[in-house]
């Protein structure tokens, strides 16, 4: 019989934490990161050129007030956790899970190169300061619930296609998901923030 302690705590990280598949969602995104930055490098896509946020780039709106920039990154968030939920409830998540994290990898790389542009070393630093944080905290959630989903997904299939009578907890999988879409919220109130000392600097 389950009880409140394997919602949250030990279990609920034994849930979310597989090494294999944690590096493999951290190889698509640093993979994603690369490509992004060879494509805008390639195709000359920098420079004077303006690009509006990145849907799953987390690159907020600056100077448009804290709560632009908290909206921009709770929502990017956000997608990206409904994406993989959607793709760990199929049994074909081991191939659509890695892909969304390789995106993301492509678009930070791409909303990062477009936010620095021909800036100076001293704006470099500043940029690096305020945004690099949100980045990763962003791309280690993210990260931590697709490899729940894929872990969803591999018992889905397995359940679905083998002969023994597997079954799945999908109602677990799903309060899961609502965790994390909570713990975003706190990740983008800090990304407003540092958006905002961005502007300040």
């Known amino acids: ?70 909206s921009d990154v709770l929502l990017n968030i956000m997608i990206l956790l409904i994406a993989t939920f959607l793709m760990g409830a199929t049994a074909f998540g081991a191939l659509g899970i890695p892909l969304l994290m390789f995106y993301r990898g492509v678009t930070v790389a791409v909303g990062a190169l477009f936010l620095v542009g021909d800036k ?37 299939a397995r359940a679905g296609f083998s002969q023994s009578q597997e079954t799945v907890d999908f109602r677990l999988f799903l309060k899961d998901f609502i965790y994390f879409l909570c713990f975003s919220v706190p990740v983008s109130v800090a990304g407003g923030l540092l958006a905002m000392l961005y502007v300040v600097l």
């Open 120 to 156: 100076d070393i001293s704006a470099l630093g500043y940029s690096a300061l305020c945004f690099t944080p949100i980045w990763a905290a962003a791309s280690f959630l993210t990260a931590l619930f697709a490899v729940r989903a894929l872990i969803f997904s591999k018992g889905l």
């Open 1 to 70: 019989m389950k009880t409140d302690d394997y919602l949250l705590g030990q279990h609920f990280l034994q849930r979310c934490f597989s090494r294999p598949f944690l590096l493999l969602m951290f190889g698509c995104l640093t993979a994603g990161i690369a490509v992004g930055a060879i494509a805008v490098k390639l195709l000359h896509l920098s420079g004077d050129q303006t690009l509006p946020p990145l849907f799953l780039s987390a690159v907020p709106t600056v100077n448009l007030g804290f709560f632009q920039c908290f």
